[in-house]
């Protein structure tokens, strides 16, 4: 027996579906901006702004693939002619944002090492983060995650099933073969459970290091710089290149500790319903729960669709070269010069 009645459920998915359609447009139109302007700064000018270019393009076709699926659910409840075609077009999109959904996770994990080992091993990043090495490191990551997916969702059946609801038949998913339970139970465990968590601790540990070492850096360059400045100086003075350095790695570091922080926020979120399909029996297509997985699944897109749509609110908060060239491509030098 279902845990959701069926009254509960689709008031559970018509509020799920306001936010989610809001956070989409949002997150398409951002993340178109945000790869213009990561094209004009120029994608192979810095580790970092290559790598915030791969993750908005990502995170620009996440959103992308998540707009069918709103469509859908509005579409079924004007013609529920459609609700055949809407149900083969959501559950096709459902994996094809989980995997670029993972692979934007992938990225952020990447930034946030990358910038961990920059502020802790600085002479050896380059050594570390070699443009063939990051080529390798992006289509190896497609590529399994690809994989991943594929190898269970090959494995479903679709079944046309008598309804006395709809007076017609209804199409629906079947997954109860051998090979699709073995598929089911490791795509699970490793991209739900061992992925997540150690995208989750790897974050977070980056994000700790980033900030202790930036902060007794920075300390220690001002003791530095105050022990060494003279009692008189020169009128005309400029300050040390090494203070430039320090403050251009503490905004450059702060804005990649935001962005994560704020991924890793909606990431546990997200992996706390996740977390149901362990103590919930029958939470599958064709389970007794499968109600329940669709409202699961619907709160992780609005969480998913929520970072997506938000990167750029950061980027023009903390980043003054962003900020620069997104207001010049909307004609605003007064806002440029900000």
């Known amino acids: 027996m279902s845990v959701l009645s069926v009254d509960v459920y689709h008031l559970c998915l018509q509020i ?5 359609s809001v956070f989409v447009i ?6 178109g901006v945000n790869i213009v302007v990561f094209v004009k700064q120029g994608v192979t000018s810095g580790s970092i702004t290559w790598a915030l270019f791969a993750m908005s393009a990502t995170s620009f076709l996440a959103s992308v ?16 002619d459609v609700c055949n075609a809407c149900s083969l077009i959501s559950t096709a999109t459902i994996f094809l944002h989980l995997i670029w959904n993972k692979v934007t996770c992938f990225f952020t994990v990447y930034i946030s090492v990358e910038r961990a080992i920059c502020v802790v091993r600085p002479l050896h990043v380059q050594t570390y983060m070699k443009l063939q090495y990051k080529v390798f490191i992006v289509l190896s990551l497609c590529v399994v995650t690809t994989l991943a997916y594929v190898g269970y969702s090959a494995t479903l059946k679709i079944a046309w099933v008598p309804s006395q609801v709809w007076n017609g038949t209804m199409v629906f998913l079947l997954s109860q073969t051998d090979s699709s339970s073995l598929f089911y139970l490791l795509n699970f465990i490793v991209n739900s459970l061992v992925v997540t968590n150690v995208a989750i601790v790897t974050i977070a540990t980056s994000a700790v290091v980033m900030v202790t070492r930036l ?22 003075s400029k300050p040390k290149p090494s203070c430039k350095l320090s403050s251009k790695n503490v905004k450059l570091c702060r804005t990649v500790v935001v962005i994560t922080l704020f991924y890793l926020a909606c990431l546990l979120c997200s992996h706390l319903p996740v977390m149901t399909f362990l103590v919930m029996p029958g939470v599958s297509f064709d389970g007794e729960n499968k109600m ?32 620069e060239i997104f207001f010049s491509l909307f004609n605003c030098p007064k806002l440029c010069a900000r």
């Not at 001002?222 to 009692?231: I, K, L």
């Open 65 to 80: 693939i998540l707009l069918p699926q709103v469509v859908c659910y509005y579409a079924e409840m004007v013609n529920a």
């Open 292 to 323: 329940l997985l669709d409202v699961i699944l619907t709160i992780r897109f609005d969480l998913d669709a929520l970072y997506s749509s938000f990167n750029i609110f950061f980027y023009l908060k903390l980043s003054s070269n962003y900020r």
């Open 215 to 236: 902060n007794a850096t920075r300390r220690w360059r001002e003791s530095v710089t105050h022990t060494a400045r003279p009692a008189h100086p020169r009128k005309g």
């Open 26 to 31: 949002l997150g398409i139109l951002t993340n």
């Open 16 to 20: 799920l579906h306001v936010p989610l």
